[in-house]
């Protein structure tokens, strides 16, 4: 059943449902694009919006997509959202559409703070192709550093129960009338506690990034 899938898997199922975004965002906008190389060079140097990318040579230096690959990316992006950025409630009109059975808006809170790097407000096309390319390509110990930092919400480099918790509800508020059978009101507790029970090696409360990565990789 879904509950113990997510005790043995609970890593995965944030991962999978990362993914899922990106990838129905981006077969949806991508499917629909026809373009030249030569045309999306030249948007990309005449277009005029409020955030302008870093250019793709960098880009191309710093994640694990091909320029043909990004040029591809951000003409979808630059499509969606002309002003150059995506806003929090962006993020959770998007959320709202893939779980309109659910509240996926604290979830789609705590899944847009880890996009945004810099903690600015909005995520760039830049954060997005960087945390597109840990999630889709990136290795092992990358999606884990990807993910810890979801989970440690006021990142202090320690994940307390508190914060998986509030990750946990959020996810079973996100799923909705889609578990079944339906959950019982304790579930995200105790899968905080089994979480807690395998990873926080001297049981001090907390776990660290190394207790995180070592116990994942086992």
């Known amino acids: 059943m879904l509950t113990l899938e997510w005790e043995s898997e609970g890593l995965q199922t944030v991962g999978i449902v990362v993914i899922i975004f990106a990838s129905l965002k981006l077969l949806h906008l991508l499917g629909l694009i026809d373009f030249s190389e030569d045309t999306?060079?030249?948007?990309?140097e005449m277009a005029t919006v409020r955030h302008r990318p870093e250019a793709l040579e960098l880009l191309e230096a710093q994640s694990k997509f091909t320029k043909k690959e990004l040029q591809i990316l951000y003409r979808g992006f630059k499509n969606e959202y002309p002003s150059g950025v995506v806003n929090e409630e962006?993020?959770?009109?998007?959320?709202?559409?893939?779980f309109p059975q659910g509240d996926s808006t604290t979830y789609a809170h705590f899944l847009f703070n880890a996009f945004d790097t810099d903690h600015n407000g909005s995520v760039s096309f830049e954060d997005f192709v960087m945390?597109?390319?840990?999630?889709?390509?990136g290795t092992?110990?990358?999606k884990l550093n990807w993910a810890f930092n979801l989970y440690d919400i006021n990142k202090d480099g320690y994940i307390t129960k508190e914060e998986m918790l509030d990750i946990m509800k959020a996810i079973y508020d996100m799923m909705g009338k889609c578990t079944y059978p339906v959950l019982k009101e304790d579930a995200p507790r105790q899968h905080v506690e089994t979480f807690f029970q395998k990873m926080d090696k001297n049981k001090d409360g907390v776990v660290t990034i190394d207790e995180f990565i070592e116990s994942c990789q086992k």
């Not at 999306?40 to 990309?44: L, R, Y």
């Not at 945390?131 to 390509?137: D, E, F, P």
């Open 40 to 44: 999306v060079e030249d948007e990309m």
């Open 90 to 98: 962006t993020f959770k009109e998007i959320y709202s559409q893939f």
């Open 131 to 137: 945390g597109l390319s840990i999630l889709l390509r």
């Open 140 to 142: 092992v110990q990358e």
